[in-house]
């Protein structure tokens, strides 16, 4: 059986309610019960309501550049004239609920930035959320201190708070040819490191790692070798390696200067590491090396036999070694897990001597002799090493170069697991950490 009690004000007037009155409380119904109402029927508040998932949208346009809100709000934010700082609540509680919306649809000129007032944005106190997508209405909960504000609903679906992280880095291009017919040695591709301190090439100091951003594609270029001259003409210098991508600076690593031609030009190229001088006269000057990235080619001379020796080519490490020939050293690394040296130079074509001239340490290929003709030798793929100079007897054919390699190591829990481009991953040899070796072109995704 149901009844009705049909009142116009029910209130605390004596202490003796009609109701349940508690310390000035009005309590209506007990644990369990279920409030009804009914269809058609307007719940209005004149008051402050707590404890209600309600939201009161105001009347004001917000156009100043700070606004504070308060918990239940839904605010209209024009940004047509400037950006604007919404700071959000301050100590708010569980359940509390912000709205804003785009009124005039020119966020994506003017940003709207979040002050999180001390507390966390989707667990995180940093960076703080920026929403600058035309058009977004933004429904943000708190949902306690570990986690913070968490959007219920916003436009772009975003994850407004990404967490940087750290890697470091190796950049090697691709390395020069040597030259066809006692031409000059190839020189090898720039060398860069950000590694534990560890050098790059040219004399240069360690660089600094890389901050990856969650969710921004990073393309990886792997510069191939220059090809080996089977004719006349100088060698071929390397292609670029690099690392790109939205909010890093790209890091380039020059392609290794070719050797000087048997015929002009004679001098070695330029490039990370410059190639050697032609043998085809004395006083032919190598290519130079690119400042922090590689050394320069060695000069042609006239060798005591008689005849004239080309130079060598610059390694990441060393210059070109004279009157030896040789090219020059590359660089050691360890961020791989192990120490690997890569970027030698080509090796240098010996005229009399029957002696073919070593590449530097860290894959250069060997150079000819021409007194009897011996072959010269290709650089190691994927080290960067400059090509062997040609014998200036059958076999006249250069070394090619070798193909560059870029390789990142971060942490294991930063890691995200999505590449392109097949890179090797290393995830056993270094406890915690999670190593890359891109021997081709490809992509890591933060």
Known sequence: MSSIIKVNTVQDQDGNNIINENANTITIGASGDTISIPAGATLANSGTATGFASIA???????????????????WLDTSSNAITLTLPASPSVGDQVIFTDYARNWGTNAVTLNLNSEKFQGNATPVPVYDTSGESVDIVYSGSTKGWIPNTDGAVAFETPQTYSASFLVVAGGGSGTYDQGGAGGAGGYRSSFNGEASGGGGSAETALTFSPGIVYTITVGGGGAARTSSGAGITGVNSSISGSGITTITSAGGGGGGGNSSPKAGQDGGSGGGGSGSGAGNPGGSGTANQGFDGGTSYNSPNPGEDSGGGGGAGQAANNPVVAGGDGVASTITGSSVTRGGGGGGNDYGNNNSRAGG????????????????????????????????????????????????????????????????????????????????????TG
């Open 57 to 75: 949208w105001q009347s004001s346009i917000v156009t100043a550049a700070t606004h504070t809100a308060a918990a239940g709000q839904g605010l």
């Open 361 to 444: 340490a860290g894959g250069g290929g060997q150079g000819g002799s021409t007194a009897p003709g011996n072959a010269a030798s290709p650089a190691t793929a994927n080290t960067g090493g400059g090509g062997g100079a040609g014998s200036g007897n059958p076999p006249s054919d250069s070394g090619a170069g070798g193909s560059g390699v870029v390789i990142l190591r971060m942490a294991t829990t930063s890691y995200s697991g999505t590449t392109s481009g097949s890179p090797t991953v290393d995830q056993s040899t270094v406890s915690g950490q999670t190593i890359l070796i891109f021997n081709a072109s490809g992509s890591y």
